[in-house]
């Protein structure tokens, strides 16, 4: 019994290195006798016990390695810690095996050392405005150098880009003066934006003002030239009834009795009003005539009593 076990075990033993299975998710390196023999893909293998062995295993799918941060320098000697993510996958096995003595430690320190040199070719405000850029430039220069190790760099992304403490202090006060230049700015232009509006209102006002004016003297006027119009054609009317009047029998002798009325009507008004006496020459020759005659009688009566 207890030969058959020890049977069953090398048995089994031989059986477990004689079949190999290989899963989707990676890819063996067999040597042989210590030599590189074959890289099997996933699937059933048969191997030669204790002369075949599995020297490698590799993941075939894209694997995430977090870089630690690590303090830069920028092109304007700015303190930075960045820090991001790498992804590679593996596609020659073996340059992976053979090529490089462990991949993923050399692509980390490879991806770190990258970093810092692209960061120090930028400003600090170029790190954060051209981030895709710095992510594009880092995958091309880790991929170019890892080349030999069977591996391609997908992609970089940076995380984290973390300015030094004083830096920090820096930029705030930076920004502060910004935003007090800023704010200064706009009180500027407001106060220019008002001035111009007061003074756009002052002109709009003059000009309303003198456009009434003006409108005002050109109602004015044509309200005159309105009355004086309706007045000529009044009087124009008035006598060419008066002329049709006077060509009807009676016509000159009531114009006459009209006027010797008007003639009297301005007299009493004269004499009333008036401080000084106005005497018509009709009346004045009347009383000429009144004077002459008085004297012509007195002469009259003088001579009468001499004859006596």
Not at 80 to 87: A, P, T
Not at 235 to 241: D, V
Not at 274 to 293: K, N, Y
């Amino acid at each position: 019994m207890f030969y058959i076990t020890i049977a069953l075990l090398v048995a089994g033993f031989i059986f477990y290195n004689l079949l190999l299975v290989v899963h989707m998710r990676e890819q063996c390196v067999i040597e042989r006798l210590g030599k590189f023999r074959v890289v099997l893909e996933p699937g059933w293998h048969i191997l030669i016990p204790f002369v075949d062995r599995v020297a490698y295993r590799h993941e075939t799918r894209e694997q995430c390695l977090n870089i630690p941060h690590q303090s830069c320098i920028s092109r304007d000697n700015m303190q930075i810690d960045v820090d991001g993510l790498l992804y590679i996958k593996v596609m020659d096995p073996y340059k992976a095996s053979y090529g490089i003595e462990d991949y993923l430690i050399a692509a980390v320190n490879l991806a770190q050392t990258t970093v810092r040199s692209e960061v120090g070719k930028l400003t600090l405000t170029e790190t954060f405005s051209e981030r895709e850029k710095l992510n594009e430039t880092i995958v091309s220069e880790i991929d170019r150098a890892s080349e030999p190790w069977g591996i391609k760099v997908m992609r970089y992304e940076v995380m984290n880009i973390t300015p030094s403490p004083n830096v920090v202090e820096v930029l705030e006060k930076q920004m502060e003066a910004e935003r007090q230049k800023r704010a200064e700015i706009t009180l500027a232009n407001a106060e220019r934006d008002s001035t111009i509006n007061l003074s756009e209102g002052e002109r709009q006002e003059a000009i309303n003002i003198s456009e009434g004016e003006r409108q005002k003297r050109i109602n004015e006027a044509e309200g005159r030239a309105r009355e004086i119009e309706i007045l000529a054609d009044a009087t124009a009317e008035g006598m060419r009834l008066i002329a049709r009047a006077l060509e009807k029998p009676g016509g000159r002798q009531s114009m006459n009795v009209r006027l010797v009325e008007g003639y009297i009507a301005q007299i009493h008004r004269l004499f009333k009003e008036a401080d000084i006496a106005v005497v018509p020459t009709e009346l004045a020759r009347v009383e000429s005539f009144f004077q002459g005659m008085d004297e012509v009688a007195r002469s009259v009566n003088q001579s009468g009593k001499g004859s006596v």
